[in-house]
T-cell receptor, first 112, second 116 residues
Framework: GQQLNQSPQSMFIQEGEDVSMNCTSS?????WLWYKQEPGEGPVLLIA?????ELTSNGRLTAQFGITRKDSFLNISASIPSDVGIYFC????????????FGQGTRLTINP | NAGVTQTPKFRILKIGQSMTLQCTQD?????MYWYRQDPGMGLKLIYY???????DKGEVPNGYNVSRSTTEDFPLRLELAAPSQTSVYFC???????????????FGPGTRLLVL
């Protein structure tokens, strides 16, 4: 099946630092989504991207839909302790089929 | 709205036992999904439904069954539990997609299953 390669797998940073993570695929996606998951909870949607080249922000978070439609990145600026969690990218290949493919996740740890 | 609710939160099964994981949403969403998440991995789609009476297989359907008799409920059935089914199971729902692509999926809190 389709696979998303998400990197890095984990990050250990100091509070206040900026964070960058990305996802790549051999397949073209119509939609890219970024989710955050906290311990014991389900994933929560952070940003949705629908067009190639689209750059979208949500507070300190910024994500982009790659021009080739095969990649996406998520940046977090000025990290704070509540940013800790696992971040997942997800993509949809077949428009209208409503099925997502998830990356393996990036675990973010922040030292205060 | 309560959103997507799942029961139980945690369950231990013996090999060969059966159980049903419950999922209910009160947002009148057409689409519902079941995912499993193994340690250190992303979510994999087990089954999904585009509306009452309609279900279809996802990426990893073997060993599971689903039904969708109402818009609100989408139970997941394990008939003969195996250790390989130890995982965290997430239910999600979404309204019909917009013309440009996927609509947001809302996730429940998950059910942690341990098969011994």
């Amino acid at each position: 099946g389709q696979q998303l390669n998400q990197s890095p797998q984990s990050m250990f940073i100091q509070e206040g630092e900026d964070v960058s993570m990305n996802c790549t695929s051999s397949s073209i996606f119509n939609t890219w989504l970024w989710y955050k998951q906290e311990p014991g909870e389900g994933p929560v949607l952070l940003i949705a991207l629908y067009k190639a080249g689209e750059l979208t922000s949500n507070g300190r978070l910024t994500a982009q839909f790659g021009i080739t439609r095969k990649d996406s990145f998520l940046n977090i600026s000025a990290s704070i302790p509540s940013d800790v969690g696992i971040y997942f990218c997800a993509g949809q290949i077949i428009q209208g089929a409503q099925k997502l493919v998830f990356g393996q996740g990036t675990r973010l740890t922040i030292n205060p | 709205n309560a959103g997507v609710t799942q029961t139980p939160k945690f369950r231990i099964l013996k090999i060969g036992q059966s159980m049903t994981l419950q999922c209910t949403q009160d947002m009148n969403h057409n689409y519902m999904y079941w995912y499993r998440q193994d340690p250190g991995m992303g979510l994999k789609l087990i089954y999904y439904s585009v509306g009452a009476g309609i279900t279809d297989k996802g990426e990893v359907p073997n060993g599971y069954n689903v039904s969708r008799s109402t818009t609100e409920d989408f139970p997941l059935r394990l008939e003969l539990a195996a250790p390989s089914q130890t995982s965290v199971y997430f239910c999600a729902s979404s309204p019909p997609g917009r013309s440009q692509g996927l609509e947001t999926q809302y996730f429940g809190p998950g059910t942690r299953l341990l098969v011994l």
